[in-house]
T-cell receptor, first 114, second 114 residues
Framework: GDSVTQMEGPVTLSEEAFLTINCTYT??????LFWYVQYPGEGLQLLLK?????DKGSNKGFEATYRKETTSFHLEKGSVQVSDSAVYFC?????????????FGTGTLLAVQP | ETGVTQSPTHLIKTRGQQVTLRCSSQ?????VSWYQQALGQGPQFIFQ???????GRGNFPPRFSGLQFPNYSSELNVNALELDDSALYLC?????????????FGEGSWLTVV
């Protein structure tokens, strides 16, 4: 079945450092891809999305490009802030029948130190 | 703010009891889904409701059941609670049940089973 694999955390960075969180996927069709963020004690917030190959999703300085050839959707940010500390989840939309279902990775904890 | 509201935010139940969690979807969204997020894990899809009918289900036993009402709000019911049911339960809504539509999550209900 479809699946998502994320790099293990935690990732610890200093403020203004460059961030990359790796995400690869396995899917039989052409899924939409998402990054969600979860701040401590809160639910999931959509960070960005891409719906087809070579699309770039971006929001709040974060970017990710849908790479079909490498089945990847890596999250990047040029300069992280302490407020970016959270758990980041990569997910794909499983195009199974009529169900709008998300399959998530296990999440990557990002800790940004001042 | 995603416009998806859940209640209660926290609750404690005893093994063997039953629990009902409630969700109001974002205005204009007719599709509601529920996810279970165990500590340190990514969310797992439980089921989806579209126009008051279940139209997709994940790998969860029948003691997990749900309802969707004419105003598109929803309930998740879990019978015969087990210790492993302790988790964050997330409700999510979207504009349709079709795969690929953006899904918006609520803050979640933290369930502890003792």
């Amino acid at each position: 079945g479809d699946s998502v694999t994320q790099m293990e955390g935690p990732v610890t960075l200093s403020e203004e450092a460059f961030l990359t969180i790796n995400c690869t996927y396995t899917a039989t069709g052409y899924p939409s891809l998402f990054w969600y963020v979860q701040y401590p004690g809160e639910g999931l917030q959509l960070l960005l999305k891409a719906t087809k190959a070579d699309d770039k999703g971006s929001n709040k300085g974060f970017e990710a490009t849908y790479r079909k050839e490498t089945t990847s959707f890596h999250l990047e940010k040029g300069s992280v802030q302490v407020s970016d500390s959270a758990v980041y989840f990569c997910a794909l939309s499983d195009r199974d029948g009529a169900t709008n279902k998300l399959i998530f990775g296990t999440g990557t904890l990002l800790a940004v130190q001042p | 703010e995603t416009g998806v509201t859940q209640s209660p935010t926290h609750l404690i139940k005893t093994r063997g009891q039953q629990v009902t969690l409630r969700c109001s979807s974002q205005s204009g969204h007719n599709t509601v889904s529920w996810y279970q997020q165990a500590l340190g894990q990514g969310p797992q899809f439980i089921f989806q409701y579209y126009r008051e009918e279940e139209n997709g289900r994940g790998n969860f036993p029948p003691r997990f059941s749900g309802l969707q009402f004419p105003n598109y709000s929803s309930e998740l019911n879990v019978n015969a609670l087990e210790l492993d049911d302790s988790a964050l339960y997330l409700c999510a809504s979207s504009t349709s049940g079709a795969p690929g539509n953006t899904i918006y999550f609520g803050e979640g209900s933290w369930l502890t089973v003792v």
